[in-house]
């Protein structure tokens, strides 16, 4: 019999916990010294592959994995913390189509992932690096940018969002050249209170949340080096950090 759902700030986690004896494996604790993976290996099955880049502690993967029961999931986090959270969730619901790894974006993407074979890429909240001189840190660079539309499918889904004004700026001046790229206006309709820890937050806090989607043009590496030269770099200043946010997140 299944047990009452888990609660967040009062947002219930997706799915419920099932009895042990349904209870699965999903961390990957060990990633081959080379790449790329072979995710049919992995998951004992050839499906689309949803990747979640930072994906905390698992929220939004679990809500897809539920939903998309025909697609495989894979989330990546440097927190170890957040990463035990996601898979010991994942796990206790059965979900069999989920991995997570401690992993950062540039590896995994440059690594790990064949060019277009993932057809949906997630990226929620990235961290602006508010410290002056950390600019350099920002994970979302033209040419990462160009990485992930290589690694998705052709027409491939690309999602992110954001509490931080100035990145969303610099996002709407350099997602077009890449993606056919919309606004979301409001919320997502699959998850009103937020995707994300950090969403459920911020609508806590009142904070405007910025969101957008897109799929990959249809881009020749030519193309698409002639279009990531034009691109400017994240040097932005990303204004002051929300300390009280930031440690609400962590706990």
């Known amino acids: 019999m299944r047990t009452a759902s888990e ?9 419920s916990v099932l009895p042990a004896e349904q209870w699965v494996q999903t961390a990957l604790k060990k990633l081959p010294p080379e790449g790329p993976v072979d995710w049919a290996v992995v998951f004992g099955r050839a499906a689309p592959l949803i990747v979640d880049i930072g994906c905390g502690n698992g929220r939004f993967l679990l809500s897809s994995a539920l939903a998309k ?7 990546i986090d440097i927190l170890p913390l957040v990463l035990r959270y996601a898979t010991r969730r994942a796990n206790q ?16 993407f440059d690594k790990y992932l064949s060019p277009g074979s993932v057809r949906e890429v997630h990226s929620y909240h990235p961290q602006p690096y508010h410290e002056p001189g950390q600019a350099g ?16 499918e052709p027409d491939g889904l690309f999602v992110i969002q954001t509490d931080n004004a100035p990145y969303w700026k610099y996002l709407q001046a350099t997602l077009p050249a890449l993606f056919e790229f919309h606004e979301q206006e409001g919320p997502w309709p699959d998850a009103p209170k937020g995707r994300t820890r950090r969403e459920i937050l911020a609508q ?22 002639q279009r990531l030269a034009t691109l400017p770099l994240p040097t932005f200043d990303a204004g002051a950090r929300r300390a009280d946010l930031d440690r609400l997140e962590r706990e």
């Open 137 to 152: 840190k920002r994970l979302w660079t033209p040419a990462f940018l160009a990485l992930v539309h290589r690694t998705l």
């Open 204 to 225: 806590r806090k009142r904070l405007k949340v910025h969101r957008g989607w897109g799929h990959a043009l249809a881009l020749s590496d030519d193309e698409r080096t």
């Open 93 to 108: 619901r059965g979900l069999g189509n989920i991995r997570f790894a401690a992993c950062d974006g540039w590896k995994l």
């Open 7 to 15: 609660k967040e700030f009062g947002v219930p986690i997706p799915g």
């Open 69 to 75: 029961p025909e697609a495989d999931h894979v989330g």
